[in-house]
């Protein structure tokens, strides 16, 4: 299973990489959605990270509704079936261990199952929270109990925007965002992205 290295790789590497390589190396940055890297590879090459990443969120917003449904659908439940089967990436398990929830009590576990239970059958898809910006399981269980208040286009919003951050996260860890100087010949389409 492809993960998240350890070591960012430098800005000048990546710009280097084929599309195989780049879409190896960012297919993981969004759950089970590698057509996001796959898309951004074609309005490479990116004069700054800040330019990748926004390039990617173009990707990801600029896609059919369906698609970003779809996208939505495919994050794992926190601390759910994916959790409890040991079938989630790397990177919802890091994210999800960091706040212990491979080790909830009986009484969390059955607060968080019953909420996880109740925002699926509201909006249609597992509830999302970039987990970094998340100092405790607690912050966690009282924004999914207060996004359980929101009319379905707002929510459906917010997840995505949740996926953004766990996007920017993840692309942290991946690439270095330090500057990459294009050339001169290459081609400035994506100059407004930044």
Known sequence: MSHLPRSPLSFATFQAL?????????????????WVAANTWRVRPFKSWEALF??????????????QLALLRAHPELAGQEAQA?????????????LGMHRLTPEAFQRLTSLNQRY???????????????????????DLAARLCNDADTERALALGQVIQVMRGR???TVSPDIATASPTSPTSQSTLA
Not at 54 to 67: C, I, Q, S, Y
């Open 54 to 67: 926004h390039a990617m969120v173009n990707t990801l917003l600029g896609a059919d509704k369906e698609r």
């Open 18 to 34: 084929d599309k195989r390589g780049f879409e190896a190396l960012l297919g993981p940055v969004v759950e089970h959605s590698a």
């Open 86 to 98: 040991g079938t989630m990436t790397p990177e919802s398990q890091s994210e999800q261990g960091r």
């Open 120 to 142: 699926q059958v509201r909006f249609g898809f597992p509830f999302i929270a970039a987990l970094r910006l998340h100092a405790s399981l607690d912050s966690v269980l009282a």
């Open 171 to 173: 692309l942290a860890t």
